[in-house]
């Protein structure tokens, strides 16, 4: 049996993150990963957006951690180690009633911690992104786009030079704890004991949550995953900012977002589902267009080709209330050096140094 000071399960950012944050000489970090590589689910599909961090009730982890999140990685891509850009954010509002929920939702957001945040009317707004069509709009400066490929490179990289072994092809399949260590088996039947785990697995958090005994639905921690696709323009605008809609229930609505190269996407719908399907219908695009013409008139399924889509993790279920992100040290539990991230969805890609500094400060008596 292999000894070691921790193991993380799962190497999307989030973990990946982890692992640069607690790996060092003087301690033994092993990642653990389903999949061949890193960040083929979750990490790899959504928005690549920065997030300023609009959308979430004050002091809720969800909120501070994008905060600190975004200011991270600002700082960290000053240097050029991945692709980072502030490009603004624009909210829009097409209509009285929703500028009357801007009003509304820049005021929470200002007071959440946002910064930056001014209202346009609907002028200042078409005249900033051309083609627009607005009553209102919220401005957001502080948001922006990323290469999540290249920050997840960059925290592997950092993790690897700092000791981290990664055990790609491998699950987790069991987990006790006995003598003060958490004895665990892997799916290619090794054993390994450890001081302390750090449950990272996104989509399949829970389950992993589940394997030392903890009861998933008593506690909360049930996933339920929720499917979003994304379309992408055949010729894209020369859009200078990301354009959103007011959000709605399970989402922030279908916006717009560039990437690095100026090409514009759109997405992602929501669709709860029972299973990873990650096709996109191609059906789809002309509600996509409908959807987005309400603030960018004039198109077209037509202009568009499917794209992508992306699974989120979320702990609220079609008719459940929001909920914040679980970053849980499972002592009250009675499972100690145990930390399960379970429901780390947007702005999980934003807040992910920011939740790495967090695990580092619930696992320092074990550390």
């Known amino acids: 049996m292999e000894s070691v000071d921790g193991v993380i399960v799962g190497a999307g950012v989030v973990g990946l993150a982890t692992a640069a944050r607690l790996a060092s000489p003087e301690r033994s970090v092993v990642v653990l990963e389903r999949h061949p590589r890193h960040g083929v689910e979750t990490s790899s599909r959504n928005s690549e957006v920065v997030h300023a961090g609009l959308y979430y009730p004050k002091g809720s982890l969800k909120s501070r951690l994008c905060h600190e999140g975004r200011r991270a990685l600002y700082r960290m891509g000053e240097g050029g180690a991945f692709f980072i850009k502030k490009t603004g954010k624009l909210v829009v509002a097409v209509d009285a009633a929703e500028a009357a929920g801007l009003s509304a939702m820049a005021a929470k957001a200002t007071d959440a911690g946002a910064e930056g945040l001014t209202l346009l009317d609907g002028a200042e707004a078409m005249r900033r992104a051309p083609g627009l069509k607005a009553e209102a709009a919220l401005w957001s400066p502080e948001t922006g786009i990323i290469d999540s490929e290249e920050l997840m490179l960059h925290f592997k990289l950092k993790a690897e030079d700092a000791g981290a072994l990664f055990l790609f092809g491998t699950d987790l399949k069991a987990a006790e704890r006995a003598n003060g260590t958490w004895l665990l088996t892997l799916s290619t039947g090794e054993k390994v004991a450890a001081r302390w785990v750090v449950n990272s697995a996104g989509l399949h958090a829970d389950k992993v949550a589940a394997l030392p005994g903890l009861d998933i639905d008593a506690a909360g921690y049930r996933l339920h995953w929720c499917k979003g696709d994304y379309f992408r323009m055949k010729r894209s605008p020369a859009l200078p900012h990301l354009v959103y809609p007011m959000p709605v229930k399970h989402g922030l609505g279908t916006h717009m977002t560039l990437d690095r190269e100026g090409g514009v996407r759109l997405g992602p719908d929501t669709a709860f589902m029972d299973s990873l399907d990650y096709a996109v219908d191609p059906g789809k ?54 930390v399960n991230l379970v429901g780390i969805e947007s702005p999980g890609l934003t807040a992910s140094p920011a939740i790495a500094d967090l695990v580092a400060s619930l696992l320092k008596p074990a550390l």
Not at 302 to 326: A, C
């Open 285 to 338: 695009a002309a509600a996509f267009a409908q959807s987005v013409s309400r603030y960018w008139p004039g198109l077209t399924a037509d202009d568009l080709l499917p794209d992508q889509s992306g699974i989120r993790p979320k702990l609220s279920g079609p008719q459940d209330p929001w909920r914040d992100f679980v970053v849980a040290e499972e002592s009250p539990r009675g499972l100690p050096g145990w």
